[in-house]
């Protein structure tokens, strides 16, 4: 292998992992957008006096950003598809027809069990809705959640998706991603503070 393959094989796993994670990086902006309405927690409070998650974490953003991440996975199976494009994921599952909903869904909503995971930790740990976290945890809720989920359902296809490099530039690339995507919300006047 000279510099040049390993410039080109750098390039398409970069290029395969973004793709694979597309749901997933989709859903959670999403949430953002089309949040709002009845909080998941009611507005309970845990025992330690302090909110479940927080008004943060609405059912409209849970399932609405789950359900767009996956209407993301069909527009990109229908291009891998009709294109032809042979070096990218098109979310089949060997011997499962229309396994591909199975894996479109582990990835949106788990991005957003992700995402309201964390929050249930920043509330145990007296963090304010909206109030950064330590060690970029929010910009790796969902990239956790929907890797658990989807490996957990999946394990075959996971592994068909994602080598070890694969995770490692999703691992690189997604608080840079996160960080952008939350700068422009806020820019957008759609969020609150631009993490
Ligand atoms: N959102 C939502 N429902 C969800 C997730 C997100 O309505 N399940 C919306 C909320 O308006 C939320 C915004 O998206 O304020 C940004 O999400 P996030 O940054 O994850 O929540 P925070 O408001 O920062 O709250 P937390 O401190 O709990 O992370
Ligand atoms: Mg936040």
């Given at each position: 292998?000279?510099?040049?393959?390993?410039?080109?094989?750098?390039?398409?796993?970069?290029?395969?992992?973004?793709?694979?994670?597309?749901?997933?990086?989709?859903?959670?902006?999403?949430?953002?957008?089309?949040?709002?309405g009845t909080p998941i927690d009611f507005g309970k409070n845990w025992k330690d006096g302090r909110r479940i998650?927080?008004?943060?974490?609405?059912w409209r953003g849970l399932?609405?950003?789950?359900?767009?991440?996956?209407?993301?996975?069909?527009?990109?199976?229908?291009?891998?598809?009709?294109?032809?494009?042979?070096?990218?994921?098109?979310?089949?599952?060997?011997?499962?027809?229309y396994g591909f909903i199975g894996v479109l869904f582990t990835l949106g909503f788990g991005a957003m069990l992700g995402d309201t995971a964390k929050s249930f930790w920043k509330r145990r740990k007296g963090f304010e809705r909206g109030q950064k976290s330590p060690y970029l945890i929010d910009?790796?809720?969902?990239m956790i959640g929907a890797w658990l989920l989807t490996m957990c359902c999946f394990w075959t296809w996971f592994w068909s998706a994602f080598t070890l490099w694969h995770l490692l530039a999703v691992a690189l690339l997604t608080p840079a991603l996160h960080r952008l995507v939350n700068i422009i919300g806020y820019k957008m006047g759609k969020k609150a503070e631009p993490w």
């Open positions: 292998m000279n510099a040049l393959d390993i410039l080109q094989y750098a390039g398409l796993v970069l290029i395969q992992a973004l793709w694979a994670m597309l749901p997933a990086y989709v859903a959670n902006p999403a949430a953002v957008l089309v949040g709002g998650l927080g008004n943060g974490k609405s399932f609405g950003g789950a359900f767009l991440g996956m209407c993301i996975g069909f527009i990109q199976i229908a291009i891998v598809r009709l294109a032809g494009i042979s070096f990218l994921e098109d979310f089949a599952v060997s011997g499962l027809e910009s790796y809720d969902f």
